[in-house]
């Protein structure tokens, strides 16, 4: 079992940054490749980013691609979404995912362990 906590939403204009962490807990990090999903309102959950279990290799959505940032410290445990230019369209709740995935996850179902979310509101 590996519990996931995501922090760093917040309200941010147009044009501003936002860098999410997502935090585990029972698990060595080191043994899992993340990806982080959104869902904006009456939406479907959508692909990110995502990260191999040793940092080497990342994943970006089109629209995100140029902009954001996906990292990992398997020493804390830690990975991070780094976002900046943001825009209204970006607007989501934030979720991280992981799972043993052997190279890069970005299908949802892929992670069975997923965190609460958080909030990522840009304004226009």
């Known amino acids: 079992q590996v519990q996931l906590v995501e922090s760093g939403g917040g309200l941010v204009q147009a044009g501003g940054s936002l860098r999410l962490s997502c935090a585990a807990s029972?698990?060595?990090?080191?043994?899992?490749?993340v990806g982080w999903f959104r869902q904006a309102p009456g939406k479907e959950r959508d692909f990110v980013a995502a990260i191999s279990r040793s940092g080497g290799d990342t994943r970006y959505s089109d629209s995100v691609k140029g902009r954001f940032t996906i990292s990992k410290d398997n020493a804390k445990n830690t990975v991070y979404l780094q976002m900046n230019s943001l825009k209204p369209e970006d607007t989501a709740v934030y979720y991280c995912?992981?799972?043993?995935?052997?190279?890069?996850?970005?299908?949802?179902?892929?992670?069975?362990?997923w965190g609460q979310g958080t909030q990522v509101t840009v304004s226009s």
């Open positions: 995912a992981a799972d043993r995935i052997i190279g890069i996850g970005t299908r949802s179902g892929l992670y069975d362990y």
């Open positions: 029972g698990r060595t990090f080191s043994s899992f490749s």
